[in-house]
């Protein structure tokens, strides 16, 4: 069975997330450029803090053209990210790293997913990480892809209202919350 490896998360596992579509709302079209526009998904906050007890690592790896648009600075992003770590730890998550990419995705070259870029910078600064005892969890192809180019395993965040055919992912959930009761049951037997 393609879920067969939630049988086997322990510390040694890392959990790697998209932030937009899969912690927080996405705003279609724009970007969450301050802590006011930026709101947890249901059930995301209770969720972290239960996947920090079962994985030694969770990274987030995100896409923020919208820097490279000049549409936000980093900085508003680094305010947005202390907004988000601050809510995780107060639920008792814990975040071990943030990875973002402010490239355009038409530059040659570019840290974006599917570039495995920001995997290759998580284990550099993380070497204990094995990408194969990895899950990279998303909301598009492009994060489903950037999941299998870096060896790990994928769960494709299926909201109701998109309709992603082609993604090919190992698991689909409808939110992270889910994922949390599918690896609970899992962890119960």
């Given at each position: 069975?393609?879920?067969?490896?939630?049988?086997?998360?322990?510390?040694?596992?890392?959990?790697?997330?998209?932030?937009?579509?899969?912690?927080?709302?996405?705003?279609?079209?724009?970007?969450?450029?301050?802590?006011?526009?930026?709101?947890?998904?249901?059930?995301?906050?209770?969720?972290?803090?239960?996947?920090?007890?079962?994985?030694?690592?969770i990274i987030i790896v995100t896409?923020?053209?919208?820097?490279?648009?000049?549409?936000?600075?980093e900085q508003n992003l680094a305010?947005?990210?202390?907004?988000?770590?601050?809510?995780?730890?107060?639920?008792?998550?814990?975040?071990?790293?943030?990875?973002?990419?402010?490239?355009?995705?038409?530059?040659?070259?570019?840290?974006?997913?599917?570039?495995?870029?920001?995997?290759?910078?998580?284990?550099?600064?993380?070497?204990?990480?094995?990408?194969?005892?990895?899950?990279?969890?998303?909301?598009?192809?492009?994060?489903?892809?950037?999941?299998?180019?870096?060896?790990?395993?994928?769960?494709?965040?299926?909201?109701?209202?998109?309709?992603?055919?082609?993604?090919?992912?190992?698991?689909?959930?409808?939110?992270?919350?889910?994922?949390?009761?599918?690896?609970?049951?899992?962890?119960?037997?």
């Amino acid at each position: 069975m393609k879920n067969d490896f939630l049988n086997h998360i322990d510390k040694t596992w890392t959990l790697f997330l998209d932030r937009d579509g899969v912690i927080n709302s996405r705003i279609w079209g724009g970007y969450v450029t301050k802590p006011a526009e930026y709101n947890f998904l249901p059930g995301v906050l209770d969720s972290i803090a239960f996947f920090t007890s079962f994985f030694g690592k969770i990274i987030i790896v995100t896409n923020q053209q919208g820097i490279g648009k000049g549409i936000m600075t980093e900085q508003n992003l680094a305010t947005v990210h202390n907004y988000m770590n601050y809510e995780i730890s107060n639920a008792c998550g814990k975040i071990d790293s943030i990875y973002y990419c402010t490239d355009l995705a038409e530059k040659n070259d570019n840290c974006r997913k599917p570039s495995i870029t920001m995997a290759q910078n998580a284990v550099h600064d993380f070497p204990e990480i094995d990408l194969t005892k990895s899950i990279m969890v998303g909301d598009s192809q492009s994060d489903i892809d950037f999941g299998r180019n870096a060896g790990m395993h994928t769960v494709l965040v299926k909201h109701d209202n998109e309709d992603i055919s082609i993604c090919n992912a190992d698991i689909e959930v409808k939110s992270l919350a889910e994922l949390k009761s599918q690896i609970e049951k899992l962890k119960q037997l």
